[in-house]
C-alpha cells in the first residue's frame, strides 16, 4: 500500500533534501556537528601523532538519544574536522557512554602493538559501559591512530555493581608516575578517584564531595594541573563537575573547583557551599579537556556539548541534532575573590575572519550609522566591543536582529551580564527554551564583550574570560542584523571591531 506523506510534511522533506548538506537552516558553519545524526557528550578528547581526537556520544541510526557509540572527528586545528566512522559501537545490548583517551605511550597497558620504530605508543579509551541496571569502567585499544578499537577482554576493569557510576576522566600523575582516574557517582554527588600504573587494575584512592552544585546529578568530572598566573611558576588543580538538572539557568550547566591534589586526594580552596560557574548560559555542557596539546603548545583546550538536556532532543535542526561549542583555551587568574577559571576561544579562530568593520570613540547612534552604512550584517561574526558605560543603565548589542527578532547581548550598571533570546526566533519546541540567562559582572571605566555568533547560537565572553554565556538561538535568515545599543542614559563605544566568519564546511 503506498504511503503518502502530509504536505507539510512532504514540503519539509523536499526542503531539506534540496539544501546541501551542512548548510541547512540553523546548522552551525564553525561549530563541529556531525554530518548527520544525533551527538551528546564530547569524549576522549586528546591530541595524538598530529590530529586532535573528537570523540562523542553519538547515536548512529537517529537524530535524538539512544543506542550511544563513540562517534570520531579528526582536525588539526580545533576547527576544520574530518568525521571518520563511528569508533567504538553498542554491542550486545552494552552502550558506550562518555568516558575519555589517553596516550600510553610506553605500552604501560601492554595492549600496545606498535610497529613503529622508538614509538611503543597507542591510544587507550576509557569508557562507561552502561545497560538498563548496571554501569561498568571499560577500556579499548587502537593502534591505528583511532580509527578503531578493540575491547579489552578482562571488561569491566572497574565494577561497583551500581546502576548509576560513570564517566571516567583518567590522567597522568607524574610526581607518583600513575594515572588516575576521576569517575562520577551521580546520585551522590561524589567524584571518586582511582590509581593505576597500568590502567588494567584499579586502586581507590579516595572521594570528593558533596560540594558545590548538588541540586541534579553529578557528571563528567575532570581533573587537571595549571599554572595558576602568568610569570610565576605556582600551579593550581581544577576539578571539573558537570550537573543535570540543578545548572545555573536551569537544567544542565558546568560547575569547577579550584584546589590541590596530591596524588590521593583533591583538596578544594574554598568553602565547600560555594558554587562557581565555568559558564553561566543554559547550553554548555559535558565539558571536559585535551589530554595533551602539540609540541610546543602549552594551552589547555576545553570543548563542551552546546546544549540542555530540557530540550536537547527537540531542537529544530535536521538532518542532525546537536553540536560542540566553540573550542577554548583555559587559564587560571587571580580576582578579588580568589583565583578564577578563564577562558577564550580557541585562537586559530581568527584564521577564518573574512570581511572586517572598525571603529573608535564613537556614540551609539554614530556607530549604528557606520555598521548600517558600511552594509555589515550576517549570521556569522566575531565581535570585540569595548564601551564606556557613562550613565546608561543597560548597554550592549543586539545580534540576529529583524524586523521582529533578536538576541540581546547586555551588560547593566548594577554589574550584570546576560543574554535574551525571548524574541530570539523560533522557541515552539520547549516552554524552556526562551529567557535571558545573566551573570554577575565586575565593571570599570571600560567593558569589553567578546561575542561569537554562528548560524544558531550567541557565545559571550567578558571579564577577561571569567564570565561566559553560551546560547543556542534560531532566528530567521533575514534576522542577521546587528546594533549597538545603550538605555537609560548614554554610553559610548570605544572600539568595536567585527569580523565576518567564514564557513569550515564544503
Not at 408 to 434: E, I, N, Q
Request: hydrophobic share 40%; aromatic share 12%.
Amino acid at each position: 500500500m503506498k504511503r503518502f506523506l502530509p504536505a507539510a510534511a512532504a514540503l519539509a522533506g523536499f526542503l531539506a533534501a534540496s539544501v546541501t548538506l551542512y548548510h541547512e537552516l540553523w546548522r552551525l558553519q564553525y561549530h563541529f556537528s556531525p554530518a548527520r545524526t544525533w551527538t551528546n557528550d564530547p569524549n576522549g578528547l586528546v591530541w595524538y601523532k598530529g590530529e586532535f581526537h573528537l570523540f562523542y556520544q553519538n547515536n548512529p541510526f537517529g537524530d535524538k538519544w539512544g543506542h550511544m557509540s563513540w562517534g570520531h572527528a579528526v582536525s588539526k586545528d580545533l576547527l576544520h574536522w574530518k568525521e571518520l566512522p563511528v569508533a567504538i559501537p553498542e554491542e550486545n545490548g552494552i552502550m558506550i557512554f562518555s568516558g575519555s583517551a589517553v596516550v600510553d605511550a610506553n605500552d604501560a597497558s601492554g595492549l600496545c602493538q606498535s610497529t613503529e620504530p622508538n614509538d611503543p605508543s597507542c591510544l587507550i579509551a576509557i569508557y562507561t559501559g552502561h545497560t538498563a541496571t548496571l554501569q561498568t569502567q571499560n577500556i579499548a585499544v587502537s593502534n591505528d591512530r583511532g580509527r578503531t578499537f578493540t575491547k579489552y577482554k578482562g571488561n569491566p576493569v572497574l565494577d561497583l555493581h551500581m546502576k548509576d557510576f560513570r564517566d571516567p576522566k583518567v590522567t597522568w600523575y607524574a610526581p607518583a608516575k600513575k594515572w588516575v582516574m576521576a569517575v562520577s557517582l551521580p546520585n551522590e554527588h561524589k567524584i571518586r578517584f582511582y590509581g593505576s600504573k597500568n590502567l588494567l587494575q584499579w586502586a581507590l584512592l579516595s572521594e570528593f564531595g558533596p560540594a558545590g552544585a548538588t541540586g541534579g546529578q553529578w557528571e563528567c568530572p575532570d581533573l587537571f594541573e595549571m599554572s595558576a598566573a602568568e610569570k610565576t611558576d605556582a600551579r593550581k588543580w581544577v576539578l571539573i563537575v558537570n550537573v543535570n538538572p540543578g545548572g545555573v539557568q536551569g537544567g544542565s550547566a558546568v560547575q569547577y573547583f579550584v584546589g590541590k591534589f596530591d596524588g590521593t586526594a583533591f583538596h578544594n580552596d574554598n568553602p565547600a557551599e560555594q558554587t562557581l560557574w565555568a559558564d553561566w548560559g543554559k547550553d554548555y555542557y559535558a565539558a571536559v579537556t585535551y589530554y595533551d596539546s602539540p609540541p610546543g603548545d602549552m594551552s589547555k583546550y576545553l570543548i563542551g556539548w552546546f546544549s540542555n538536556w530540557e530540550y536537547a532532543n527537540d531542537e529544530p535542526t535536521a538532518p542532525q541534532r546537536g553540536a560542540m561549542a566553540i573550542p577554548r583555551e583555559l587559564m587560571l587568574r587571580g580576582t578579588p575573590a580568589g583565583i578564577r577559571l578563564m577562558q577564550r576561544p580557541v585562537s586559530s579562530l581568527a584564521t577564518l575572519h573574512g570581511t572586517e568593520l572598525g571603529m573608535r570613540d564613537r556614540d551609539i547612534a554614530s556607530a549604528n550609522q557606520d555598521i548600517a552604512d558600511k552594509g555589515f550584517h550576517g549570521h556569522q561574526m566575531e565581535i570585540i566591543a569595548t564601551f564606556e558605560p557613562g550613565s546608561a543603565k543597560e548597554f550592549g548589542l543586539q545580534v540576529h536582529k529583524g524586523a521582529t527578532e533578536r538576541t540581546v547581548v547586555g551588560v547593566t550598571s548594577d554589574g550584570h551580564l546576560y543574554v535574551d533570546r525571548t524574541k530570539s526566533g523560533r522557541s515552539d519546541f520547549s516552554p524552556k527554551f526562551p529567557g535571558r540567562q545573566t551573570a554577575p559582572l565586575r565593571l570599570g571605566k571600560f567593558v569589553t564583550l567578546h561575542i561569537l555568533l554562528d548560524t544558531s547560537s550567541v557565545e559571550v565572553f567578558a571579564g577577561d574570560g571569567e564570565r561566559v554565556i553560551s546560547d543556542r538561538v534560531f532566528p530567521a535568515a533575514a534576522s542577521d542584523g546587528i546594533e549597538v545599543f545603550s538605555n537609560g542614559g548614554a554610553a559610548k563605544v570605544a572600539s568595536l571591531r567585527m569580523w565576518k566568519i567564514n564557513s569550515v564546511w564544503p
